[in-house]
């Protein structure tokens, strides 16, 4: 997992060293209100033990998603904390490949708030709630349904003034929400990448 995010704090540090624009760019201008934003991303995660289980499944997944999201308001915030906040929904679909094999697929929320004082590297948090159906059979949840929530930060590059390369870490949560047992859930830490295009 550390080299898994290694690999892309480098990757994403290579690409802002080689994303030097040939003219200013205006983020208060991308990042505009009412601008619509269209990301696909992808991203691995490996079940995380935080409770100190004597017992864990230790599962192993990727995960994909389309988000289609809205910037509803003007970038706002004194200097370094100037920002803009993005809300979006996202179909999301998770593949667990060891050592079971099973899939979640369902509808998220999304909220992403972008920092915007650092010119064409542009730093993140984000938080995504979603619920969905699965058949993932485990110790330490057993249900057709369940909710998935993740919450982490990254930063994006903009090579163009309305596309973005974006990487970063989450951490998830997996529980059905107490609807059937067992419902012990489980965490994982995992890394992010994906690029946005942003509209008009």
Known sequence: M??????????????????APAHAFDAEQTFRKGAVVLSLEGGYHEQANIEGHR??????F??????????PFEPVGPGPLLGSLEVGLEPFYQRYVDPVDAFFAG????????????????????VMGAAGGTDLEVREIDSTFTFLVHGGAGFSVFPTDRTALYAGYRFQHVSNGNVDSPNRGFESHGGVFGVSVFFP
């Open 2 to 19: 550390r080299t898994l995010v290694a690999v892309a704090v480098a990757t994403a540090v290579g690409l802002a060293a080689t994303a």
């Open 55 to 60: 017992f864990q499944t230790g599962l192993e």
């Open 62 to 71: 990727w995960n994909a998603g389309a988000r289609l999201s809205l910037l």
């Open 107 to 126: 509808l998220g929320a999304v909220a992403r708030y972008h920092l915007l004082s650092f010119g064409r590297v542009v730093p993140y948090i984000e």
